[in-house]
Structure formats: C-alpha cells, structure tokens
C-alpha cells in the first residue's frame, strides 16, 4: 500500500530533521497519525479502513504500525536518554497515546491541521520525555 510507504518516509524524514528529541517525535506522530487523520476526514469508508478488525488493509497497516513503533524507539534510544528496552517500549506507548488522543481532539474540533494542536502536541512529547529521563 503506497500510502503506507509513503507515511513511513515521511516518518523517518520527520525523525531525521534538525531540533530536538520532541519536535522531531512530534513530527513522527503528525506523519503518521495526523496524515491518515486528514486524509481520512469526512471520508465514509474511513472507519473500515482504520478498523483494527478490518481485512481491507489489515496486513499494511499492521506492518507500517511495526515499523513507525520500531522509529520511535530507535529514536528514543539514540536520544541519549538512558532507557533500558522496556522503558522505552513504555514511554513509545505514552507517547503514541498522546499523538492519537492530539488527533483525536482535533478531529472532534474540526482542527486536523491546527498549528496549535502540533505545539500542543510537541509539549506533550516534551513532558514524557522529561518524566522518563528524571527516573
């Protein structure tokens, strides 16, 4: 599935670009999440084909899930913030849960796009990463 690829570059871009640990995750998330959620605003089959249950595209998603998750850990990792595998599987959750709970906020807005929801966005990010290196 092209998109699929498509998002996954944009991904790794977002995680290669110059800033700090959170801007470049936050990016990540809007990649990823935030381009599904636009591209799927409004649309009538966007339930079937984000449904976890759906076969339509059931093995692309899954993959690209895979490999966006893999991303934020690497990049976590090489962030210099001393986490062990677990922890930093953990803080990947947390973080994925602020980026879909963000899109979710502003998709029952109307604000998919929203400049103010990305720099919410990113402070979230921010506070995670803070929680996790003080412990």
Known sequence: MELCHQSLRAVDAALAAPGGLARRLAGALDAKIGHFQRLLAGSPHAPELLDGSATI??????????????????????????????????????????????????????RLASPGLRAKLERHVEVLLAGAASH
């Open 57 to 110: 595209a059931a093995e692309p998603l899954a993959k690209l899930d895979r490999a966006f998750r893999g991303a934020l850990e690497r990049a976590i990792k090489e962030g210099g913030l001393g986490l062990d595998s677990r922890r930093r599987a953990e803080l990947v959750e947390l973080i994925l849960a602020a980026g879909y709970g963000t899109a979710r906020q502003g998709e029952l807005g109307g």
